[in-house]
């Protein structure tokens, strides 16, 4: 019963997919969702590692995710985590207001850039790894040439905290949420406004672009969750919750449900197609903050304000693991590009970086082997082949515990050498082609040597740059006049089309009630 009910999910959450068999996948090198073999977590069983299992389970098995490191950096809470592309770097952002660009190369370095006035609330890596983007208090959202030069760009618009940002998956935009109950959507390339959302009645914590672009999930502080259409700009669906807020919201890999973080502790998953309320998920004992899904669609991991991370396993309805490590609430946590880590940030200051490992293993032999190292709830009732209502996990679940107390593979590496990048003028020019390295100072006499023999016979070119520095110096207060005109018109655009929108309704209702009125007259004529 449990298995037809995995597989009718799997059809509802990856559109295509026929019966969710593992074994199809192995047979064919891929995962029973299209990934390739060992990139997803539905992948052929390694060599050797098939039927490993079978006896009583013990702490720390090959398949159980591990703590590869804690990074220490911050000094106040970690609120956003983001990978670039290839998994080389990650980003995280804090109330210190402080980025912090880390590259997780063999010798591992980091860089913090500065520049937003207040706490930052958000932070995400375009989908090249080009360009990052940062959300916070001061109102603004920031994006960041992730280089040296520390350049950044400002887009001023909102008039209140800024609570989320993320990237489109072309990287050619960007959406913001914020305390003044509005969504945002801004050109990257030329770093202006597009278009604004509104219809929620209370602060919007986060909102989401969905896979193909087409449509944006937002959650707010009103109760509701809200679907847009992004060519029409309307809103096109809504899901209420009347339990609680929800904190965060995303979509899962193939665009069809989404996923959304509860104030009161619960996790839940809606089919944006069917309108359905799939999956709903009490494992935590408080807030639970932040969701990311595996790229493979068949995992979701949670932080909570309870101190921990949970793994859920989407398919079979069940939660696999509890994590352990931070000493407070967890704030935030992503997976990266591939899912092969994940990283998280509480407001211990930490941030914990994670190997998955059960993504290595076939679907069906991760369930097989966490069997008998759990509890499992009861099996879902008959009716819940076609849920009338959607059946609940609760807090009594039981699951594998990793504690990185005892399991943590490297406790003695030290943090890396964290070196300032100074604020630089803004971005002056669409943001194309790749950006450089980051390299740190403290080079080797033979590159110091090398640099300056460059600089020597590149030194008219090196003067010429420092007169435009000087120029742009000159120009930096003109700028900023018009950037503080262009805010100013941006906010009394809204309030038109705010006005506007209002007018438009009271003329609907003048025609409505005008038609009636003509009715009624011609009835009484007859």
């Given at each position: 019963m449990g298995g037809r009910r995995a597989a009718l999910l799997a059809r509802r959450m990856n559109p295509g997919l026929g019966r969710p068999r593992l074994e199809r996948g192995a047979r064919t090198g891929r995962s029973a969702h299209g990934l390739p073999a060992g990139k997803g977590s539905a992948t052929a069983p390694a060599a050797g590692r098939g039927n490993q299992d079978g006896g009583q389970a013990s702490r720390g098995r090959r398949e159980d995710p591990i703590l590869i490191r804690p990074f220490h950096g911050h000094t106040a809470a970690v609120t956003g985590v983001a990978f670039n592309a290839n998994a080389a770097g990650m980003v995280t952002c804090s109330v210190d207001r402080l980025l912090i660009l880390w590259k997780l190369t063999t010798q591992c370095r980091a860089y913090r850039f500065e520049g937003h006035a207040e706490a930052l609330t958000s932070v995400d890596f375009s989908p090249d790894g080009q360009v990052l983007a940062s959300a916070s208090h001061d109102h603004t959202v920031r994006l960041w040439i992730p280089c040296i030069h520390g350049e950044s760009s400002v887009l001023k618009g909102h008039t209140a905290s800024v609570r989320s940002v993320s990237f489109s998956?072309?990287?050619?935009?960007?959406v913001s949420a914020s305390n003044d109950k509005l969504i945002k959507v801004w050109s990257v390339s030329y770093q202006?406004?597009?278009?604004?959302?509104?219809?929620?009645?209370?602060?919007?914590?986060?909102?989401?672009?969905s896979p193909d672009g087409r449509l944006i999930a937002s959650c707010s502080e009103d109760k509701s969750v809200i679907i847009w259409d992004t060519r029409n700009k309307i809103c096109v669906n809504s899901f209420s919750d009347y339990e609680g807020f929800a904190t965060f919201v995303d979509f899962n890999p193939s665009g069809t449900c989404i996923a959304s973080a509860g104030s009161n502790n619960t996790v839940k998953l809606w089919d944006i197609r069917t309108n359905k309320l799939l999956q709903h998920f009490k494992v935590h004992r408080a807030g639970v903050n932040c969701v990311s899904f595996h790229p493979s669609g068949n995992y979701l991991i949670t932080a909570s304000t309870d101190g921990t991370l949970k793994i859920l396993d989407l398919l079979g309805e069940r939660l696999i693991y509890t994590l352990h490590g931070h000493k407070g609430p967890v704030l935030c946590v992503a997976f990266s590009k591939g899912g092969e880590k994940f990283a998280s940030g509480g407001m211990d200051t930490q941030v914990l970086l994670w190997k998955t490992n059960?993504?290595?293993?076939?679907?069906?032999?991760?369930?097989?082997?966490?069997?008998r190292r759990t509890h499992i709830d009861d099996p879902p009732h008959i009716l819940d082949i076609y849920p009338r209502s959607p059946h609940l996990h609760?807090?009594?679940?039981?699951?594998?515990?990793?504690?990185?107390?005892?399991?943590?593979?490297?406790?003695?590496?030290p943090d890396p050498v964290v070196i300032n990048i100074r604020p630089a003028s803004y971005i002056s020019t669409p943001v194309t082609g790749r950006s450089e390295e980051l390299r740190s100072p403290s080079a080797s006499p033979s590159a110091r040597s090398s640099k300056r023999k460059a600089e020597n016979e590149s030194g008219s070119a090196v003067h010429n740059v420092e007169q435009q520095r000087g120029i742009s110096s000159s120009v930096?207060?003109?700028?900023?006049?018009?950037?503080?005109?262009?805010?100013?018109?941006?906010?009394?655009?809204?309030?038109?089309?705010q006005r506007l929108t209002n007018t438009e309704d009271k003329l609907k209702e003048c025609i409505k009630d005008q038609q009636e009125m003509l009715r009624e007259n011609r009835t009484n004529k007859i």
């Open positions: 998956h072309d990287g050619c935009s960007v202006r406004l597009l278009f604004t959302l509104f219809q929620h009645t209370g602060w919007v914590r986060c909102a989401k672009f059960f993504d290595t293993l076939d679907y069906e032999d991760v369930l097989k082997h966490n069997f609760d807090e009594n679940l039981n699951s594998v515990e990793v504690d990185p107390s005892f399991d943590v593979p490297d406790k003695q590496t930096g207060r003109v700028l900023d006049h018009i950037v503080g005109q262009l805010h100013l018109l941006t906010l009394t655009v809204s309030v038109l089309e």
